[in-house]
C-alpha cells in the first residue's frame, strides 16, 4: 500500500557538512503489515519516515500510497492517509486545548475544517471509550486542557488521536524514546493493541532493541541511507535482541571510516 | 462621570483592537506588526468614506474590510515568500503609512458635524432623555458620550460573542491549534500557512474596525495615530491575562481582554490627572506593559510561586 521508488535525499548538498541521508531507497509495504525500522544515527531511518509523511521532497525517486502518487504533496495533503505519533511526547497535541478538543481535531484528520461546532453532542461517550482503553483513568479528563498532562499521558493520546480517524499507514517515530521506562511499556502496549484491534498497517522507527526484536512482522536495519538487514516473517523471528545489538556494533564500526574506506577495510573484518 | 464614562467608550473601542492583537499574538503566536498600519488604514478608509458621504457603518465595513487585505499582505509575505513574519509586518506596517496618506488625501481628516456609528444611539438617548444631557447618578452626562459607551459595549459584546462562537468552530479551533502547535495541525491535515493567513485577516479586519470606530469617536484620522497601538492592544491582552491567569478557560480569556482594555484606559487617565501629558501616552503604554510582563517573573524568582507566571505551560515550545 506504500510504496517507494529509488528515492534519495542529500542534506547541505555541496557543503562540507553534506549527509546523504536516503540513497535510492526501494520499499514496498504491504496492507496490514507492521515494519519496524532501526538504525544507527544518521542512518536515514527518521528521513525515511520524513519522507513517507511529506516533511520534504525527495530529491529523486517518487512514493504511492495505495493509487495515488504522493511524492510532490505537502504534508498536510498527506495527512488523510496517514496518523502520525512524533518522538517528542508534546509534539502531538495542542497544549491549550482540552483532551476533548484534540481528539475532536484528530478525529476530522484529512478532512475539510468548516464553521460547525468541533464538539458536538455524540462524541463524548466514544471519547471516553476510547481514552479507557489506555487505562491510565483519563476518560475523566475530557475537559481539562492537555498540556496539564504528562508525556506519557500525552504519547498515549497521541497514539488514539492517530488511530480514530482510521489511517491507512500509522507513522511512529521513536515514539516512546523521550518516555520514563513505565510510560514507554504503557504505550508500546497500547501501540500492538491498537495496531492489532484495527489491522493497520504501520511503520515504526524505533531505537530499542528489544521493541525490535519483540514487535511487528518485518526488521528494517537501516544503514548509511539504505535497507541494510529486510527480513519478515520467520527470519524476522530469529533476529533476537542480542544478536541485533552485535549488528549495531558492526554498523556503528562502519559508520567511523567513510565509504571509500569501507569498501576496502570491511571485507578485510568479516 | 463624564469623564469616567467616556474613559470607558475609549476603552471598549480599544479592545476592538486587543481583540486583533489577542487573534494574532495570543491565539496564532505570529507577532503582527502590521497593526499599526492597519489602525491607522481603518480610521483614514472609515473618514475618507464617510466625507465623501457613505453610511458610517458600510464605511466601517469596508474599512474592516481594509484592515483584512492589509494582514492578507502580511501573510503573503510570511507564508509565501519566506519572510520572517516580524519583518513581513514592519513592511506592511511602513508601506500602509504611504497608502494610508494617499487615502486621506492629506495628513489628517476631520468628521466634525459627520454621522458616526455613534449618532443611532445618541437620537436614541437624547429621545429618552428628553434632551442633550442624561442624568446619571445625580450629575449630567453629554448624550453623545453615553451613547458612545452605549455603541462601543454593544460592538464589543458582540465582537466578543461572535469570536467565542468562532474559536470553537472546526475552524476556529483548528487555528488555536496552529498557534499552539503548528507540526500537529500539519499532521492532521490543515495547511498552517493558511491558518496563518486566517488568523492575519480577522485581526487586522478588528484592528481597522478599531481604528475606524476610534476615529469616530474622537472626530478625526491621523496619517500617525497607529504609532505605537500595537503595543496598546498588546497591553489589554497581557492586562487581562495577568487578571485571569494562564489557565482560564477560552470565554474568561475573551472577556478579560475587553476589561484588560478598559482598566488599561483607566490607568493612563489616572497616569494624566496625576501631571503627565497626552504627549505622554506611549511611554506610559510601554511602561505598563513592561511591569505587567515583568512582575509575574519577578514574583515567582522571590517567592517560588507560579501563580502569576504568563507562559504558557506543557507546550513544545515549552518542552524544547
Keep these: 500500500m506504500l510504496r517507494l521508488e529509488a528515492v534519495s535525499k542529500t542534506f547541505f548538498p555541496g557543503t562540507p557538512g553534506e549527509v546523504r541521508a536516503l540513497r535510492s531507497?526501494?520499499?514496498?509495504?504491504?496492507?496490514?503489515?507492521?515494519?519496524?525500522?532501526?538504525?544507527?544515527?544518521?542512518?536515514?531511518?527518521?528521513?525515511?519516515q520524513g519522507a513517507v509523511a511529506g516533511a520534504f521532497t525527495p530529491d529523486a525517486g517518487r512514493i504511492w500510497i495505495d493509487e495515488t502518487e504522493v511524492t510532490a504533496r505537502p504534508e498536510h495533503a498527506r495527512a488523510r492517509w496517514i496518523g502520525r505519533v512524533f518522538q517528542d511526547p508534546f509534539a502531538g497535541s495542542a497544549p491549550s486545548l482540552t483532551v476533548a478538543e484534540n481528539l475532536a481535531l484528530a478525529e476530522r484528520r484529512g478532512q475539510r475544517r468548516g464553521l460547525r461546532q468541533l464538539i458536538r453532542a455524540g462524541s463524548r461517550a466514544r471519547w471516553r471509550d476510547a481514552l479507557a482503553e489506555i487505562g491510565l483513568g483519563l476518560e475523566s479528563r475530557l475537559d481539562d486542557p492537555i498540556g496539564l498532562l504528562s508525556g506519557g499521558q500525552r504519547q498515549a493520546i497521541t497514539l488514539v488521536?492517530?488511530?480514530?480517524?482510521?489511517?491507512?499507514?500509522?507513522?511512529?517515530d521513536e515514539h516512546t524514546a523521550?518516555?520514563?521506562?513505565?510510560?514507554?511499556?504503557?504505550?508500546?502496549?497500547?501501540?500492538?493493541?491498537?495496531?492489532?484491534?484495527?489491522?493497520?498497517?504501520?511503520?515504526?522507527?524505533?531505537?530499542?532493541?528489544?521493541?525490535?526484536?519483540?514487535?511487528?512482522?518485518?526488521?528494517?536495519?537501516?544503514?548509511?541511507?539504505?535497507?541494510?538487514?529486510?527480513v519478515q516473517g520467520s527470519a524476522k523471528r530469529a533476529w533476537r535482541a542480542e544478536r541485533l545489538h552485535e549488528l549495531f556494533s558492526e554498523m556503528r564500526r562502519e559508520d567511523r571510516f567513510d565509504d571509500a574506506t569501507v569498501r576496502v577495510v570491511v571485507p578485510a573484518y568479516r | 462621570m463624564t469623564v469616567l464614562l467616556s474613559t470607558i467608550a475609549l476603552?471598549?473601542?480599544l479592545a476592538l483592537v486587543g481583540y486583533g492583537v489577542y487573534l494574532s499574538f495570543r491565539v496564532l503566536q505570529f507577532?503582527?506588526?502590521?497593526?499599526?498600519?492597519?489602525?491607522?488604514?481603518?480610521?483614514?478608509?472609515?473618514?475618507?468614506?464617510?466625507?465623501?458621504?457613505?453610511?458610517?457603518?458600510?464605511?466601517?465595513?469596508i474599512a474592516a474590510l481594509a484592515g483584512a487585505l492589509a494582514g492578507l499582505a502580511t501573510a503573503v509575505m510570511a507564508t509565501r515568500l519566506g519572510i520572517e513574519g516580524i519583518l513581513a509586518?514592519?513592511?506592511?506596517?511602513?508601506?500602509?503609512?504611504?497608502?494610508?496618506?494617499?487615502?486621506?488625501?492629506?495628513?489628517?481628516?476631520?468628521?466634525?458635524?459627520?454621522?458616526?456609528?455613534?449618532?443611532?444611539?445618541?437620537?436614541?438617548?437624547?429621545?429618552?432623555?428628553?434632551?442633550?444631557?442624561?442624568?446619571?447618578?445625580?450629575?449630567?452626562?453629554?448624550?453623545?458620550?453615553?451613547a458612545q459607551a452605549l455603541t462601543a459595549l454593544v460592538a464589543v459584546l458582540a465582537v466578543?460573542?461572535?469570536?467565542?462562537?468562532?474559536?470553537?468552530?472546526?475552524?476556529?479551533?483548528?487555528?488555536?491549534?496552529?498557534?499552539?502547535?503548528?507540526?500537529?495541525?500539519?499532521?492532521?491535515?490543515?495547511?498552517?500557512?493558511?491558518?496563518?493567513?486566517?488568523?492575519?485577516?480577522?485581526?487586522?479586519?478588528?484592528?481597522?474596525?478599531?481604528?475606524?470606530a476610534f476615529?469616530?469617536?474622537?472626530?478625526?484620522?491621523?496619517?500617525?495615530?497607529?504609532?505605537?497601538?500595537?503595543?496598546?492592544?498588546?497591553?489589554?491582552?497581557?492586562?487581562?491575562?495577568?487578571?485571569?491567569?494562564?489557565?482560564?478557560?477560552?470565554?474568561?480569556?475573551?472577556?478579560?481582554?475587553?476589561?484588560?482594555?478598559?482598566?488599561?484606559?483607566?490607568?493612563v487617565a489616572i497616569a494624566i490627572r496625576t501631571g503627565l501629558e497626552p504627549n505622554d501616552l506611549r511611554l506610559i503604554t510601554a511602561v505598563v506593559v513592561l511591569i505587567v510582563l515583568v512582575v509575574p517573573g519577578l514574583f515567582t524568582r522571590l517567592t517560588g510561586s507560579t501563580l502569576l507566571s504568563l507562559r504558557t505551560k506543557g507546550g513544545p515550545r515549552a518542552a524544547a
Design chain 2, 160 to 212: 466578543a460573542g461572535i469570536l467565542w462562537w468562532f474559536l470553537r468552530t472546526e475552524l476556529g479551533s483548528a487555528l488555536r491549534a496552529g498557534g499552539d502547535n503548528p507540526r500537529m495541525i500539519r499532521a492532521l491535515g490543515v495547511s498552517h500557512e493558511w491558518l496563518v493567513t486566517l488568523g492575519l485577516m480577522l485581526g487586522n479586519a478588528l484592528v481597522a474596525a478599531g481604528g475606524a
Design chain 1, 178 to 230: 523521550a518516555l520514563d521506562p513505565r510510560s514507554a511499556e504503557l504505550v508500546i502496549a497500547l501501540t500492538r493493541r491498537i495496531i492489532e484491534r484495527d489491522g493497520l498497517t504501520a511503520l515504526m522507527v524505533t531505537h530499542s532493541m528489544a521493541q525490535a526484536a519483540s514487535l511487528g512482522d518485518r526488521l528494517i536495519a537501516m544503514h548509511r541511507g539504505r535497507p541494510w538487514l529486510d
Design chain 2, 89 to 146: 509586518g514592519i513592511l506592511s506596517m511602513t508601506a500602509l503609512y504611504s497608502i494610508n496618506l494617499r487615502v486621506m488625501g492629506r495628513s489628517n481628516l476631520g468628521l466634525v458635524g459627520v454621522a458616526t456609528i455613534y449618532s443611532p444611539a445618541d437620537a436614541l438617548v437624547r429621545k429618552l432623555a428628553g434632551g442633550p444631557e442624561v442624568m446619571l447618578w445625580g450629575q449630567a452626562v453629554p448624550s453623545d458620550v453615553v
Design chain 2, 31 to 61: 507577532p503582527d506588526l502590521t497593526v499599526d498600519g492597519s489602525f491607522t488604514l481603518g480610521a483614514a478608509t472609515a473618514a475618507a468614506l464617510m466625507l465623501a458621504g457613505w453610511d458610517p457603518f458600510a464605511a466601517t465595513a
Design chain 2, 215 to 267: 476615529a469616530q469617536l474622537n472626530a478625526f484620522a491621523d496619517a500617525s495615530m497607529g504609532i505605537g497601538i500595537v503595543v496598546i492592544g498588546l497591553a489589554s491582552v497581557i492586562i487581562g491575562r495577568a487578571l485571569v491567569g494562564q489557565a482560564a478557560a477560552l470565554p474568561v480569556l475573551l472577556a478579560s481582554v475587553l476589561v484588560g482594555s478598559v482598566l488599561f484606559r483607566m490607568l
Design chain 2, 11 to 13: 476603552g471598549l473601542v
Design chain 1, 25 to 48: 531507497v526501494d520499499l514496498e509495504l504491504a496492507t496490514g503489515s507492521w515494519t519496524i525500522v532501526i538504525g544507527t544515527n544518521g542512518s536515514g531511518k527518521s528521513t525515511l
Design chain 1, 161 to 172: 488521536m492517530a488511530s480514530l480517524a482510521r489511517p491507512r499507514l500509522l507513522l511512529l
